[in-house]
């Protein structure tokens, strides 16, 4: 790792930027770099950004925003230099109508797991409207079974916040809870003292499409998207 590298990857650890912006942002430096065979302590905002391999000249609009952000991000606050970057022509955005389930499905979707973790896990999605991020941070004691909420930690803005706990739901992670009785993470994982992944959870949503039958594409921003 060349000492830039690691000046950067400690800057966004200091601003708590999440894990995934951080990769983001060191491939996108990287690119840049390795575009102009030089570091990027010898380049600057006048050179065009990089945001694809040139095999793929056709980029769409978050991945050249993304690359426009990591290189300021180095220059501002790594380098210390001041960021004067021309406008960037950003292609535009192609809009298409979300995947919307319908309740029937959404029941045939949650029916297809025999795993009553499976179910707890995509009815907490289905019933909070929660980033599935956010779903598997939680832990036993962010469900606050008095007052009817559930904490939310660290969420979006790195903020703490509380939504609303159903009744409906609560039977459902009480039922959960007596048969597996998790102590820490609500949902762990596989590896001892971890939460499940995100990854876990996607693979979960297309494996019960397959059993569900479903044709329309499932995964658990879906599940948001029918709840709010």
């Given amino acids: 790792?060349?000492?830039?590298?690691?000046?950067?990857?400690?800057?966004?650890?200091?601003?708590?930027?999440?894990?995934?912006?951080?990769?983001?942002?060191?491939?996108?430096v990287t690119r840049f770099a390795k575009h102009f065979g030089?570091?990027?302590?010898?380049?600057?905002?006048a050179h065009p950004p990089v945001s694809a391999p040139p095999a793929l000249p056709h980029t769409s609009?978050?991945?050249?925003?993304?690359?426009v952000a990591a290189r300021r991000f180095v220059y501002s606050v790594t380098l210390g230099r001041p960021w004067a970057l021309v406008r960037v022509p950003y292609p535009r955005t192609q809009r298409t109508l979300p995947v919307?389930?319908?309740?029937?499905?959404?029941v045939r979707f949650l029916r297809a797991s025999p795993s009553l973790k499976q179910r707890a896990v995509l009815t907490t999605l289905y019933a909070t409207g929660l980033r599935v991020s956010e779903v598997v941070a939680l832990k036993v004691r962010d469900i606050d079974s008095q007052r009817m909420l559930i904490r939310v930690r660290q969420g979006k803005g790195r903020a703490d916040r509380?939504?609303?706990?159903?009744?409906?739901?609560?039977t459902v992670l009480r039922t959960y809870w007596k048969a597996l009785r998790p102590t820490d993470w609500l949902f762990p994982g596989r590896a001892p003292g971890a939460p499940l992944s995100t990854r876990q959870v996607a693979r979960i949503c297309q494996e019960l499409r397959q059993h569900?039958?479903?044709?329309?594409?499932?995964s658990a921003h879906t599940l948001r998207t029918v709840s709010t």
């Fill in 212 to 218: 569900a039958g479903l044709t329309k594409a499932v």
């Fill in 1 to 28: 790792m060349t000492p830039l590298r690691q000046r950067m990857l400690e800057d966004m650890q200091i601003r708590q930027l999440s894990p995934h912006t951080q990769r983001a942002y060191l491939a996108a």
């Fill in 38 to 45: 030089r570091s990027p302590a010898h380049l600057g905002p």
């Fill in 100 to 106: 919307v389930l319908s309740q029937a499905e959404v």
């Fill in 162 to 170: 509380y939504v609303i706990l159903s009744p409906r739901l609560l």
């Fill in 61 to 67: 609009r978050s991945v050249l925003v993304l690359a």
